[in-house]
């Protein structure tokens, strides 16, 4: 079973980037989607995007099509979400999440990235 | 607003069966499989059912799933007070192409 590592939590000023970082140790990893699902403080769940590393298949949720790019670098088995034009409601937990195929539950969760924005 | 619709509150009493209903459309739950998420204050969620009614290895018997529909639903019985957390329906949407989320119920063991 893949056990997903991410990044530390960040600090970011309104209207930067910011990039998280998504590890996988124990395989299962370059063939299967690897999402990103952020949640704000209080709030639900919300489907980013995702990428198959293999592949380099990307989609994106239309709401930031325009802002996010995830990435892979299959050599270090690690996938990057780089998120633009932070605002303060880009506050969040952000995400990775293993999944089978685009249209399937993603099984495996890493610990998730807190996302601070100030003005 | 979530596409999947779910109650932000449900309760039931320690034993009790409760139910968590998840409401969407032709182009989501109407075509595809849904996925229920369990998560606990400060960590990450936990699948809980997979293709609209399968348990993966290590969820108790108590929770199910089913389909009906544009509507799906979790049911949990024998409620225990350790069941309390957020639940999140889950699904692929053809016209948006991309995975959804319902809103979320939190569910209080009385």
């Known amino acids: 079973q893949v056990h997903l590592v991410q990044s530390g939590a960040e600090v970011k000023k309104s209207g930067s980037s910011v990039k998280v970082s998504c590890k996988a140790y124990?395989?299962?990893?370059?063939?299967?989607?690897i999402n990103w699902v952020r949640q704000a403080p209080g709030q639900g769940l919300e489907w980013m995007g995702g990428i198959i590393p293999m592949f380099g298949t990307e989609k994106y949720a239309q709401k930031f099509e325009d802002r996010v790019t995830i990435t892979a670098d299959e050599s270090i088995d690690s996938v990057f979400m780089d998120l633009s034009g932070l605002t303060r409601d880009d506050t969040a937990v952000y995400y990775c999440a293993r999944g089978v195929d685009w249209d399937t539950g993603m099984g495996d969760w890493g610990q998730g990235t807190l996302v601070t924005v100030s003005s | 607003q979530s596409v999947l619709t779910q109650p932000p509150t449900a309760s039931g009493t320690p034993g009790q069966r409760v139910t968590i209903s998840c409401s969407g459309s032709?182009?989501?739950?109407?075509?595809?499989?849904v996925y229920w998420y369990q998560q606990f204050p400060g960590t990450a969620p936990k699948l809980l059912i997979y293709s609209d009614n399968r348990r993966p290895s290590g969820v108790p018997g108590r929770f199910s799933g089913s389909k009906s529909g544009t509507s799906a639903s979790l049911a949990i019985s024998g409620l225990q007070s350790e069941d309390e957390a957020d639940y999140y329906c889950?699904?692929?949407?053809?016209?948006?192409?991309?995975?959804?989320f319902g809103g979320g119920t939190k569910l209080t063991v009385l």
């Open positions: 032709r182009s989501n739950i109407g075509t595809n499989s």
């Open positions: 124990g395989g299962g990893f370059r063939s299967y989607v």
């Open positions: 889950a699904t692929w949407d053809d016209s948006l192409n991309g995975a959804m």
